[in-house]
């Protein structure tokens, strides 16, 4: 659908995108996923035909996009703070993008497009209403539906949820799942969250200092990353010093004992507390060099163990352990 061939893109001295070779498959929904500075919305936005390549061709379905305008590209682009137009209704901007078409649609035509999309987004109810009588969840709805109202090639999605609170990027991210699967359009979302990019995207392309360090399924980056930077990105990793190495280890990765165990690489640590949330027990200790540490464990081995706050334990990972290790030392 989309090949990305050796992209290059320099801000000044900054570089923004190193040699990027990517190709995305017709009717994915592909996350990319990195911190700030890392490429990935340069990268959307080149694809968009907001920014163009010092070096490298983009193609979709095989044709150069290079000199291609934004309008002959039929994307559809979701921006993070909804970009909606204020003086007009939710009808009015949904229907906006049809009614700047060279080849406009009849009335009748774009009123029973705009009123089919709301309903696909379920805001039909609220289609005579004004963006500032919506909330934010509404609001990004409503985006997408103007987004989807020229049939797009392509729906770009640059951190859509980030201006909203938990409880509604939660239920959004669930209602965006179940309409991509039912349209079925090729959708590329730019984020820095990685529960959302895990639990949305069929496939993760993860960003570090303008080069993709690894393309996969959610379950591919987060159970086999590619390097350190990948594991560490990805989730809370501790990090255990022995004499020998040093072990990158994420919280459910470890065990802690009173006595020290057959594994030799633990390390002592001291628990400093204990919280006990529904099926865990995040337990927070500071090593003997002053590292602090975090593990996971089940509450029956708090209590078995009678863990308390200021006990001396030995901190180890678990026998199926399949971290990074570090022999450099």
Known sequence: MINIQAVCKKFGSFIALDNIDLDIKKGEFLALLGPSGSGKTTLLRMIAGLEHPDSGALLMQGQSLNEESIQSRKVGFVFQHYALFKHMTVFENVAFGLQVKKKRPSKKDIEEKVHSLLKLVQLDFLHDRYPSQLSGGQRQRVALARALAIEPRVMLLDEPFSALDAKVRQELRTWLKRLHHQLQITSIFVTHDVEEALELADRVVIMNEGKIQQIGTPTQVYQEPANKFVYQFLGHVNTLKSDSQIIYARPYELMISKTPPENENFVEAVIHSIHITGPLAKVELTD??????????????????????????????????????DYSI
């Open 288 to 325: 003997h060099k002053g590292h602090e540490l975090v593990v996971n464990v089940e509450p029956d081995r708090v209590s078995s163990l009678l863990l308390k706050e200021k006990d001396p334990v030995f901190v180890y990972p678990k026998e199926n352990f399949k971290g990074f290790s």
